[in-house]
């Protein structure tokens, strides 16, 4: 049989391959005796007649209602299948899996680099901080320059380029300005970064001067900075700038790892390119081993706001006290005004990929994606690039769109990223490591090089989410351990460094 149903009380069944119109129906408490229309993998399918305007369920909640009268048998989709007028209609409908215990043979340990002031890298990185997009280039150079030495030497994971596309014709202050600030001192201080060169043009409104006053950074990372301008052009600066991080990259040489508890994991939960395999496959594994490591004493990150909505009642009810859970509505009530004065709504979210993929509305969407968390209590709501609370599971509010997101987590403190994609994703986070786990067969073999982890036997050989949660954690520590994910195989990760820009641009 193609097609697998989620919970008893869904109305939808979704095709875990192409089926084709005429197919027979053959699953309990289905009407029609055959397939009506041609369905797409990771699509959805009526298993009873729908009356329009009725509530649809998918993962035992509600997804949308239905825009016309659907018959048994019927493809479900956006032609069909828009949201319910009032989140009065999201009310939850299944009571999901219970937070897994911790095995007796649950790995406990990875081998990290523990900094003198108590912290632990997953990784050992000279970053190239940018004030301005005026100084990319430089950064960029710098980093191209410096990258083969870094081959040779042992304790020495690679140099990164950190720049962005602002830091002039802004406010220098509000809410924009606050935001980018916290973001750069965020990378300045996360554990994977060694040493620091931070570059500026000279004339910019976040000057060098100011951001170094405000980075805080630990006092065992060494940290320099200068202005183009001030060393007489490009040429001059990208050779202090080599100059500066060999000299750090000679320092660091010889970083060993050690054993450390998993408690010093902070873990970034992100997923992009999703399809209708996401919710059913990876995004559930992923959630598994999330409350594995938080119930060893480790902390997790859900963000992507925009696509948490029409489920953030589902963690609202799993917050561990009122003001936690308020912290988190106040957030989407923030995000529905923000959606507003641009003119569009929160239901614009699916991409057009998503909806290749059989995602429908923002609903299904969230729903899928909030697995992700699995179903630990949420512990704290953090804003973007905020430093990460611990441990446990975390709120951070970011955008939905994957660079801004991953890009607040890593500036929050994550010291490892894992991405789920059905679409296909070639996303990296240097100075952090992404671990990129694939929902669906065809997707791990069309984009091999890039998939760390194919998720499809959940549904394809039968394995088990909690099975696959475990080899997702085996994996997340192995790759905490030193072990090069294929978005670092592949040098990912320099581009994707991407704050979130609010505020106009003057």
């Not at 007796?104 to 000279?126: K, S």
């Not at 300005?177 to 970064?193: C, E, H, K, Q």
Request: net charge negative.
């Amino acid at each position: 049989m193609s097609l697998v149903v989620l919970y008893e009380s869904d109305d939808v069944a979704v095709a875990t391959t192409p089926m084709n119109a005429g197919e027979p129906l053959a699953l309990p408490g289905v009407t029609a005796t055959a397939l009506c229309d041609d369905v797409s993998a990771g699509h959805k399918v009526a298993l009873r007649d729908l009356a329009a305007g009725s509530p649809l369920r998918k993962y035992g909640q509600v997804i949308g209602r239905a825009l016309v009268d659907i018959r048994a048998g019927e493809h479900v989709h956006v032609h069909n299948l828009g949201m319910p007028e009032d989140a009065a209609a999201r009310l939850a409908d299944g009571e999901g899996r219970p937070v897994p215990q911790l095995p007796a043979d649950l790995r406990r340990t990875f081998q990290g680099y523990r900094r003198p002031d108590g912290r632990v890298a997953t990784r050992n990185y000279v970053g190239v901080l940018t004030t301005v997009n005026c100084s990319a280039t430089v950064a960029r150079k710098i980093a191209r320059v410096t990258e083969d030495d870094a081959e040779g030497l042992d304790g020495v994971d690679g140099v990164v380029a950190l720049t962005h596309g602002t830091g002039c014709g802004m406010a220098a202050e509000g809410e924009g300005w606050d935001l980018l600030r916290r973001t750069l001192a965020g990378y300045a201080r996360n554990p994977n970064i060694g040493g620091l060169v931070v570059v500026g043009l000279g004339c910019e409104v976040n000057a060098v001067a100011g951001l170094m006053a405000d980075l805080g950074v630990a006092e065992h990372v060494p940290v320099s900075s200068y202005t183009i301008q001030e060393l007489g052009g490009t040429s001059a600066a990208v050779a202090r700038g080599v100059e500066l991080v060999r000299g750090m990259m000679r320092d660091l040489a010889g970083a060993t790892r050690t054993e450390v508890g998993v408690e010093e994991l902070v873990l970034g939960l992100q997923c992009g390119g999703s399809d209708g395999w996401s919710g059913l496959t990876a995004n559930p594994a992923l959630g598994v081993a999330s409350d594995l490591l938080v119930a060893a004493g480790a902390t997790s990150v859900l963000g992507e706001t925009p696509e948490i909505y029409g489920a953030e009642h589902l963690l609202a009810a799993r917050a561990t006290s009122p003001e936690t859970a308020e912290a988190l509505l106040e957030r989407i009530r923030w995000w529905e005004e923000y959606t507003g004065r641009q003119g569009t709504t929160m239901d614009a979210n699916p991409s057009p990929g998503n909806k290749a993929g059989g995602i429908t509305t923002i609903l299904e969407k969230s729903l899928g994606a909030v697995a992700k968390a699995g179903r630990s209590p949420l512990a704290a709501v953090c804003r973007y690039a905020e430093p990460i609370p611990r441990p446990g599971l975390v709120f951070m509010d970011t955008p939905g769109y994957d660079p801004v997101s991953v890009t607040g987590m890593v500036a929050g403190g994550a010291n490892l990223i894992c991405f789920t994609t059905g679409r296909g994703s070639v996303f990296g986070s240097r100075p952090v490591p992404t671990v990129k786990l694939g929902t669906n067969a065809e997707l791990a073999s069309r984009m091999a090089d890039d998939i760390d982890l194919d998720c499809s036997p959940v549904v394809e050989q039968g394995i088990s989410v909690e099975e696959m949660g475990r080899r997702v954690y085996d994996l997340l520590l192995d790759v905490a351990s030193g072990r090069r994910s294929a978005s670092e195989e592949l040098g990912l990760g320099g581009e994707e460094i991407v704050p979130w820009q609010l505020g106009a641009v003057l």
